[in-house]
């Protein structure tokens, strides 16, 4: 049974710092793409970034420059760390697991974790 479970959200103040994390278990390693989404209130779920089978990763425009996904030697840690923040990365941040692709739409992730408030303000 596939398992995430995300950590490392808070509140910071705009240009601050956070590190989350998600633990993955009960995929296989190498045949999942992992990525992080989120969504703010009163709107739907966007990408942030992801990183494929091989380690490849893509980011959303919003993403680009600021936060950087990474993932463990053993393919059971999932990280993005997100400098510069601003107000409008305010949001619930899951990440979610899909079988060897790497949809844009988050709606075809098949699994997700529950998610870790991430909040901007001065």
């Known amino acids: 049974q596939v398992q995430l479970v995300e950590s490392g959200g808070g509140s910071v103040q705009p240009g601050g710092s956070l590190r989350l994390s998600c633990v993955v278990s009960g995929v296989i390693a190498g045949r999942y793409c992992l990525g992080w989404f989120r969504q703010a209130p009163g709107k739907g779920r966007e990408g942030v970034a992801t990183?494929?089978?091989?380690?490849?990763?893509t980011y959303q425009a919003s993403a680009k420059g600021r936060f950087t996904v990474s993932l463990d030697n053993t393919k059971t840690l999932l990280s993005l760390q997100m400098d510069d923040l601003k107000s409008e990365d305010t949001a619930m941040y899951h990440c979610a697991a899909e079988l060897l692709a790497c949809p844009s739409d988050p709606d075809t992730y098949d699994y997700w974790g529950p998610g870790t408030q991430v909040t901007v303000s001065s």
């Open positions: 990183i494929n089978r091989v380690g490849n990763p």
